[in-house]
């Protein structure tokens, strides 16, 4: 089984990834072998919008119907958007985990945090 | 302690499923997803590798009354061809295990009965029919034969037609909980119209090297123990080692609403607890909910009353893929246990609203 891990982004080890936007901030969500993983997803518990989160800790829980999980901010930062969409359509996190499945914007403390995570390349090496 | 296999743990490797460990057995727990398959098994028809369940002969002179101190259901209710759902209690009348009794053909004259104790069980269950047989000096054969079967489950409003189409005898005269001898590819099965789902279907106990060529007979959706187990919350069956569990959660029958399995009339391990458990009422029961809030109830999770007081415990939980609503079971106090009454999950640390439901929560057979 092979796995979409897109190199215009980075991943945590956890993985959770963050892709940097035109504007400035990191939109974040997690990846393909984590939706594969986790199976038929049908809960999110995110922040809220104005939340502080710091690089790699807890910001929100996933459920599928078979396991919880936690999920990892890849970079600290203000929330400043989220995916409403995922409330009543959590379904979309396994349809499309890199695009409609997005979690969180964060506007970033760091911008250097973004470098201490790992390539898709370096990703791809865990997962395989 | 390495993990036992199916007959067709390679089979269903090839075609992809996922596995988790169940009872000390590798088992299939995801073949495309637990969505699909339960659909499947819901509106057409789906087949599990249940080949992790026990399965235990007895016969001989004593047979049926070594079934019947035993198990707390009255085997001598059964025919050839009946099956019945009874418990395993132990003196105080706390539920060791459950268990699907089959009363066979008999075997040189003497009754004769197969039955079918929970995953990781089948030894000690063994060793027990062995030791009382011994203690009261009765005269049966008790075989362990779990190695020697493969057991399958199909599935759903569509499952009969379908085993009616694999099999050289029709089995659609076979009527719920009895069962026959059919033929698959040649090769005798037992094959029983019980399940574990809610919906209509049969269960076949399979010679384990003839597995691979019975499976392959059926062209269906292939099913693991994800959707095994949201079919049967959606159908308010219990899973042992999780609804009770003797070490951790110790239930009898009627706490755990299966008191119908249990025959005061009959001289079984457990029956005087049981009888005056009947006679002294019991405190807590097991009831269905489903969670008002957004959330979703967990095994080991708390209940709690509206005041926030724990009353206790979710026991099994999970998302309805057929009610699209989060559902669980647990215990609580007879007096919060009737069907509207209000009550809290605390969800990592949130009380969720839920409310008391009569099971099973969907239309079932």
């Known amino acids: 089984m092979s796995f979409d891990i897109p190199d215009d982004r980075r991943y945590l080890e956890s993985h959770e990834w963050a892709l940097e936007t035109d504007d400035g901030t990191v939109r974040v969500g997690i990846s393909d072998f984590a939706q594969d993983e986790l199976g038929d997803v049908v809960f999110v518990e995110l922040p809220d919008d104005g939340d502080d989160l710091q690089q790699e800790t807890e910001f929100g829980v996933i459920e599928s119907i078979k396991a919880v999980s936690d999920l990892y901010a890849p970079v600290g930062g203000e929330v400043v958007a989220v995916n409403d969409d995922l409330f009543n359509a959590p379904e979309l996190v396994n349809d499309d985990p890199f695009g409609d499945g997005w979690m969180l914007e964060i506007d970033p403390a760091d911008t250097d945090e973004l470098e201490t995570l790992l390539s898709a390349d370096e990703y791809e090496a865990q997962v395989a | ?365």
């Open chain 2, 1 to 365: 302690m390495p993990l036992q296999t199916p007959p067709l743990r390679g089979i269903h490797d090839e075609r992809g499923a996922k596995f988790t460990e169940f009872g000390g057995w590798d088992m299939p727990v995801e073949f495309d997803s637990i969505q699909t398959e339960h659909e499947a098994v819901r509106e057409d028809v789906g087949i599990f590798d249940v080949s992790h369940m026990g399965q235990i002969h007895v016969t001989g002179p004593d047979a049926t009354t070594l079934m019947q101190r035993l198990t707390s259901n009255d085997v001598t209710r059964l025919d050839v061809g009946d099956s019945q759902y009874a418990t395993i209690t132990d003196e105080d009348g706390q539920i060791i295990d459950d268990t699907v009794v089959y009363r066979l053909p008999d075997e040189d004259g003497e009754a004769t009965y197969l039955f079918v104790p929970n995953a990781g069980t089948d030894e000690a269950t063994h060793e027990r029919w062995i030791s009382y047989r011994n203690e009261f000096d009765l005269e049966a054969t008790v075989d362990n034969q779990t190695d020697e079967y493969a057991m399958f489950a199909i599935q759903g409003p569509n499952a009969p037609a379908l085993v009616d189409d694999v099999t050289e005898e029709s089995v659609t005269d076979v009527d719920r909980f009895t069962a026959t001898t059919a033929t698959v590819d040649g090769v005798e099965c037992w094959t029983a119209r019980t399940g574990y789902t809610g919906e209509d279907g049969f269960e076949l106990i399979v010679p384990a090297g003839e597995a691979e060529n019975i499976w392959a007979q059926f062209d269906c959706q292939p099913c693991g123990l994800g959707a095994r187990d949201t079919l049967r919350i959606e159908a308010g069956l219990l899973l042992a080692g999780q609804d009770f569990d003797l070490e951790s959660n110790p239930r009898t029958p009627y706490e755990a609403g299966i008191g119908f399995t249990v025959a005061l009339d009959t001289e079984f391990v457990g029956r005087d607890a049981l009888e005056s458990a009947r006679e002294d009422g019991f405190d807590e029961e097991l009831v269905g909910f489903q969670l008002i809030d957004r959330g979703i109830p967990r095994h080991g999770y708390d209940i709690t009353n509206t005041d926030g007081r724990v009353v206790g415990t979710v026991t099994s939980g999970t998302m309805s893929p057929t009610l699209d609503q989060p559902i669980g079971l647990g215990y609580v106090p007879s007096e919060y246990a009737e069907p509207g009454t209000t009550l809290q999950v605390v969800v990592r640390g949130q009380s969720k609203k839920a409310r008391v439901e009569t099971t099973p929560f969907i239309d079932t057979v």
